[in-house]
């Protein structure tokens, strides 16, 4: 193959897409050919040409050029049931009357090589890793708090496969982790030091969730985004126009995400973010203030995912991820 020149770039035989300097070469699940063809049969769409969006993560997804307007198609990753996507469309829909909100054109979702296919609208903005933090900050909040109200009068069971946040002790959710970078990479000081510092933050976590559980509890819960980051958050000039990748969605405590949001940059301020969202109408209270670090922090922890591969080996990125992580537990759990 050629040498890479951005990410995103396709191979000259049209099989694989470059991931970037990590990752390298990695496969496409469709071709351009394959997605020009199944969105014509599937959706009756008509695609003059297609082009790999490359900022996504876990999904592949194309914008399709087209006479009338463009659209974009998201092919799903393998572990995604149709019957999880059928959940997702219900939560977009309760949110259908927020503007912002990037919602599929169809409940049409076809299932090709074990990838369920889902068509969108195109919107147009600059993505928000290109606005100033503290004004995405600014425009997230209310949104959020508007998706929160609507999402608190939904009657849905958890979705199928999720667990929530806070539902799994965070020392399971380390340790098979800790075990495995330490067998690629040993136990030299750099990797145990970071070690030690996460093993003391998950054991203060897990303390914490046990005694909100003897107590009251964190009782306000339902479905989320769950993946608000800043490259799914649109924007033209420095107003949020869209909301994009609901992929996620699932019933959290409504105060993790809002944690994300408020440790979202060291230049944000958690108090701002908080009263922004109880004055747009964040349906918590004043005093769940207190759980945003901690829920912040068990977000950080959301980073371990990445830690290892599907047979639970470290990736060869695992020590870098793990200093990075050792640094937001240890300082403040910043969720871009």
């Given at each position: 193959?050629?040498?890479?020149?951005?990410?995103?770039?396709?191979?000259?035989?049209?099989?694989?897409?470059?991931?970037?300097?990590?990752?390298?070469?990695?496969?496409?699940?469709?071709?351009?050919?394959?997605?020009?063809?199944?969105?014509?049969?599937?959706?009756?769409?008509?695609?003059?040409?297609?082009?790999?969006?490359?900022?996504?993560?876990?999904?592949?997804?194309?914008?399709?050029?087209?006479?009338?307007?463009?659209?974009?198609?998201?092919?799903?990753?393998?572990?995604?049931?149709?019957?999880?996507?059928r959940?997702?469309?219900?939560?977009?829909?309760?949110?259908?009357?927020?503007?912002?909100?990037?919602?599929?054109?169809?409940?049409?979702?076809?299932?090709?090589?074990?990838?369920?296919?889902?068509?969108?609208?195109?919107?147009?903005?600059?993505?928000?890793?290109?606005?100033?933090?503290?004004?995405?900050?600014?425009?997230?909040?209310?949104?959020?708090?508007?998706?929160?109200?609507?999402?608190?009068?939904?009657?849905?069971?958890?979705r199928?496969?999720?667990?929530?946040?806070?539902?799994?002790?965070?020392?399971?959710?380390?340790?098979?982790?800790?075990?495995?970078?330490?067998?690629?990479?040993?136990?030299?000081?750099?990797?145990?030091?970071?070690?030690?510092?996460?093993?003391?933050?998950?054991?203060?976590?897990?303390?914490?969730?046990?005694?909100?559980?003897?107590?009251?509890g964190?009782?306000?819960?339902?479905?989320?985004h769950?993946?608000?980051?800043?490259?799914?958050?649109?924007?033209?000039?420095d107003?949020?126009?869209?909301?994009?990748d609901?992929?996620?969605?699932?019933?959290?405590?409504?105060?993790?995400?809002?944690?994300?949001?408020?440790?979202?940059?060291?230049?944000?301020?958690?108090?701002?973010?908080?009263?922004?969202?109880?004055?747009?109408?964040?349906?918590?209270?004043?005093?769940?203030?207190?759980?945003?670090?901690?829920?912040?922090?068990?977000?950080?922890?959301g980073?371990l995912?990445?830690?290892?591969?599907?047979?639970?080996?470290?990736?060869?990125?695992?020590?870098?991820?793990?200093?990075?992580?050792?640094?937001?537990?240890?300082?403040?759990?910043?969720?871009?």
């Amino acid at each position: 193959m050629a040498d890479p020149q951005r990410r995103g770039e396709i191979s000259a035989d049209g099989s694989c897409f470059y991931d970037g300097e990590d990752w390298g070469w990695q496969p496409l699940w469709l071709t351009a050919h394959q997605v020009q063809a199944l969105v014509l049969t599937e959706f009756g769409v008509r695609a003059l040409s297609v082009e790999l969006l490359a900022d996504g993560l876990l999904n592949q997804t194309w914008r399709l050029h087209c006479a009338d307007r463009d659209r974009v198609l998201r092919v799903g990753r393998s572990e995604r049931t149709r019957d999880q996507v059928r959940y997702e469309d219900r939560v977009v829909s309760s949110w259908s009357r927020i503007p912002q909100i990037v919602g599929p054109v169809s409940n049409h979702h076809p299932v090709v090589d074990g990838h369920v296919l889902t068509l969108y609208p195109y919107r147009e903005g600059r993505p928000g890793t290109e606005v100033d933090p503290v004004v995405r900050a600014r425009q997230v909040a209310p949104v959020m708090a508007r998706m929160h109200r609507s999402s608190v009068g939904l009657d849905l069971p958890q979705r199928p496969g999720a667990r929530s946040i806070d539902e799994v002790p965070a020392a399971d959710r380390w340790l098979p982790v800790r075990a495995a970078v330490i067998d690629r990479f040993g136990t030299g000081e750099e990797i145990m030091a970071a070690a030690r510092v996460v093993d003391d933050a998950v054991a203060e976590l897990d303390e914490i969730l046990q005694r909100w559980r003897g107590g009251d509890g964190v009782v306000r819960r339902a479905v989320v985004h769950a993946d608000l980051n800043a490259r799914n958050q649109l924007y033209e000039n420095d107003r949020l126009v869209g909301i994009i990748d609901t992929d996620d969605c699932r019933i959290e405590p409504l105060v993790a995400e809002v944690a994300g949001l408020a440790y979202s940059d060291l230049a944000v301020s958690p108090s701002t973010v908080w009263r922004d969202y109880l004055a747009a109408g964040g349906p918590l209270e004043p005093s769940d203030e207190e759980m945003l670090l901690p829920f912040a922090r068990l977000g950080a922890l959301g980073e371990l995912e990445w830690f290892t591969d599907d047979n639970g080996v470290a990736t060869h990125l695992a020590d870098r991820h793990l200093q990075v992580l050792a640094s937001d537990l240890g300082g403040s759990p910043v969720r871009g």
